[in-house]
């Protein structure tokens, strides 16, 4: 739940930063909007499970609660992550020429992020399409239940999805941290970066572009 409440939180005040901040003094981005919203949203969905099993334990799937809803947050988190790694890339916000350059870490970031749901829509869609049989039968015979499609594996493919179910979270987990690793560092160094003539929002604001785009009365 506390994770759940720390993604609503960050994405409400990234969108936040956005309207209050970056968009007075760049322009309106919609992408970026979009994308924090679309991952806004996840973070609800995100909620909802662990929310629920705690609330009400006997409520949905026993064990699981209504892991349709980790599952569709999860495919909106990746759509979030999609358009904001690929909108970044058309807005000619990666400078290959300095791949490394500071104004290019909310771009890697991004991917690493995508990159991470990738695998966490993989995982997290194997493991709801098991539901009701549960990972811990070799095969399901039984047809579909009321929490999920019950989708029949043969037992060679079974076991196969199953290994990968818990790898895949664990990687798509270790790649969120990396990728927030690499946003933390973007924004503890921006005050060390020499401010840019054209800001964009992977650039830092200075007095001069503030004091232009904000003129005293």
């Known amino acids: 739940v506390l994770e759940a409440v720390g993604w609503f939180v960050g994405f409400a005040l990234l969108i936040d930063w956005f309207v209050s901040y970056i968009f007075p003094v760049a322009g309106v981005n919609r992408r970026a909007l979009a994308g924090a919203t679309i991952k806004l949203i996840a973070s609800v969905l995100f909620l909802l499970q662990p929310f629920i099993g705690l609330v009400n334990p006997k409520y949905g799937f026993p064990d699981y609660g209504v892991p349709w809803s980790n599952f569709a947050g999860i495919l909106l988190f990746h759509t979030g992550n999609c358009l904001d790694a690929f909108g970044m890339v058309a807005e000619g916000m990666l400078d290959l020429s300095d791949p490394l350059a500071w104004s290019n870490w909310p771009v890697w970031g991004m991917w690493v992020y995508q990159a991470a749901t990738w695998f966490l829509v993989i995982a997290d869609g194997i493991f709801f399409m ?29 076991v196969a999805a199953g290994d990968f179910v818990a790898a895949g979270q664990k990687t798509g987990a270790s790649l969120l941290l990396v990728g927030s690793i690499i946003y933390t560092a973007w924004a503890q160094l921006g005050s060390n970066v020499p401010p840019k003539n054209e800001h964009t929002l992977s650039t830092p604001l200075n007095d001069e572009v503030v004091e232009r785009s904000n003129p005293a009365p």
């Open 130 to 158: 098991w539901i009701p049989c549960g990972p811990t039968k070799v095969s399901c015979k039984d047809g579909a239940g009321p929490w999920g499609p019950g989708l029949a594996f043969d037992d060679e493919h079974f």
